[in-house]
Each structure stands twice: as C-alpha cells, then as structure tokens.
C-alpha cells in the first residue's frame, strides 16, 4: 500500500497497458521509499534505512519497476523481508563474498585474498535493490577490492538464499 492510496495493481488493480499514476513514496517495514528521477520505462523509489538501526550504517532499499508501473503487492512482499531480515541477509551475503571471492576467476592479488580471513570484509556500504520480478541483491557499495571498481559488488539472491557475486565495472 503506497502512503497516497494508489492501488498497487495486481488483481483488482491496474489493467496491463493502461498508465497508473505513480505514488511519490512507498512504505516498506517503516523505510520510506521516494520516487527518484529515471526513464520513462521504468520507475524507481529509494530510501535509508531509519536511524538508528541494526543496519549497517547508510543501509538503502530501492524497488525497480519495468515497465513503470505501481509495484504489485508480491514486490512489496519481498521487499518487506528483505527489509525485516536486512543485518542477516548482509552476513549472508558477507559469508558468501568470504568463500566464492577466492575462486581463481575473480583474480583477487595475495593481498586482497588475505583480506577474506580477517573478520571483517573489506566490503561495506550495503544497499538492497527489488526488481518487477521479484528477484533481488545487495551491492555493496564500498570496497578496496580491484573487483568492486567502479561500482561496487553484487550479491544476487534466490528467496533468502545468495546464489551469485560479481564486481560492477562500467560494462554493466
């Protein structure tokens, strides 16, 4: 349910193909999402996490919908555990980093492998993106790992479960 009232399509909501009006913000497990500026295909809403929080510091939460469109309610569904569940899908998340970053095509130098068994990663600054689809990630924002530059590292997941990681360069 959006703050405005707009219905959020699915059954009973929006027909496909008819434009619905785009609530400025979304609420999701006490976040506030504002909408922010993107293409017209697509519609984005972002917000910090309330301070103060478990989570990590600067933690952020996004819904990306393509086409543009009210998020359904399956969306806000996922959302809401990723936010509820946030500081435990980051050490997932983190542990997941720990074991598949040291596979040899990352080509992580010795020292960036040393910093994987030190107890904490040099990754930080998590941020959770939902998309349409109801897949979703965490990309860490901050890190002194080569692989994260420019853009940071990408943890995808399957429901509550991260099944892939990759460094975000300007490719992608």
Do not use: K
């Not at 994987?116 to 860490?140: G, H, K, M, N, Y």
């Amino acid at each position: 349910m959006t703050d405005n009232g707009v219905p959020m399509g699915g059954p009973g909501g929006e027909e496909p193909g008819i434009e619905a009006e785009l609530p400025a913000t979304v609420r999701v497990a006490g976040v506030v999402l504002t909408r922010v500026e993107s293409p017209p295909s697509l519609a984005c809403w972002t917000g910090c996490f309330p301070e103060p929080t478990g989570a990590a510091a600067g933690a952020a939460l996004s819904l990306v919908i393509e086409p543009a469109a009210p998020p359904h309610e399956a969306v806000l569904h996922v959302a809401h555990d990723v936010v509820s569940r946030f500081d435990v899908l980051v050490d997932q998340a983190l542990e997941y980093c720990r074991t598949r970053l040291r596979e040899p095509h990352f080509e992580l130098a010795p020292e960036e492998l040393s910093w994987l068994d030190r107890p904490e990663l040099p990754l930080a600054a998590p941020e959770a993106t939902v998309w349409a689809d109801r897949s979703w990630a965490i990309r860490f924002t901050e890190s002194r790992l080569r692989l994260a530059d420019p853009h940071g590292i990408l943890v995808t997941f399957d429901g509550r479960q991260p099944v892939d990681v990759e460094g975000l360069d300007d490719e992608q």
